[in-house]
């Protein structure tokens, strides 16, 4: 029996990136409002796990569907979140640009913070997106404890989140194709092994 021919096997390696393009598309154009930028992830991360445990590629109908399941629940919470992530932002570039002394032991204590701001949602969002019913509270606190009991994934997504952000300043054309959807595949996989410890 013959095996697969090469175009079927480039076709078959072509459908993660393009699954992942896709996903993109649709986070992109929820988070174009800025304050749904939380809801939006919950949303891509709802899309990519159901393709990634179901084998369902409908990345697109799949990623409103859980806006609609989710958006109202994330909404208030991302707002408030993504000011203080803002806070924390602002506050480094202003140490950043004072004179050395007092103002590089604050800059370090915010970087401190921002870290663990990310590390925390890095576990969250993946856990919204996969169990949509949780409650905001429950999915705090498991994303917590995740985030300290499982601390070489959590320092790996940061380390991975930093350098991708770093890189697409330079390269900011592929933030709409591919920027989020890796973030989150990336979160999905360190979810998956932390749920089967």
């Not at 445990?53 to 990345?59: K, L, N, T, V």
């Not at 409103?64 to 707002?79: E, M, Q």
Request: proline content about 4%; cysteine-free; hydrophobic content about 65%.
């Amino acid at each position: 029996m013959k095996g697969e021919r090469w175009e079927t096997r480039v076709l078959g390696w072509l459908e993660h990136p393009v699954n992942l393009v896709l996903a993109n598309l649709v986070w992109f154009v929820l988070v174009l409002p800025v304050v749904t930028w939380f809801a939006a992830a919950v949303a891509l991360a709802h899309s990519v796990d159901a393709w990634f445990r179901h084998g369902d590629d409908r990345m697109v109908r799949n990623a409103l569907a859980g806006w609609r399941l989710t958006w109202r629940r994330t909404l208030p919470f991302g707002v408030v979140s993504g000011a203080v992530g803002a806070v924390l932002a602002v506050n480094a570039l202003f140490l950043s640009t004072r004179p050395a002394g007092v103002a590089t032991v604050l800059l370090g204590g915010t970087g401190g913070l921002g870290l663990l701001w990310l590390g925390l949602h890095l576990w969250l969002v993946p856990l919204l997106g996969r169990h949509p019913d949780l409650s905001l509270r429950a999915a705090l606190a498991m994303a917590a404890n995740a985030a300290i009991r499982f601390a070489p994934l959590t320092l790996l997504m940061v380390v991975f989140t930093v350098l991708l952000a770093a890189v697409l300043v330079a390269f900011w054309t592929f933030v709409p194709f591919l920027s989020a959807a890796l973030v989150v595949a990336l979160a999905l996989r360190a979810l998956d092994r932390a749920e089967r410890a």
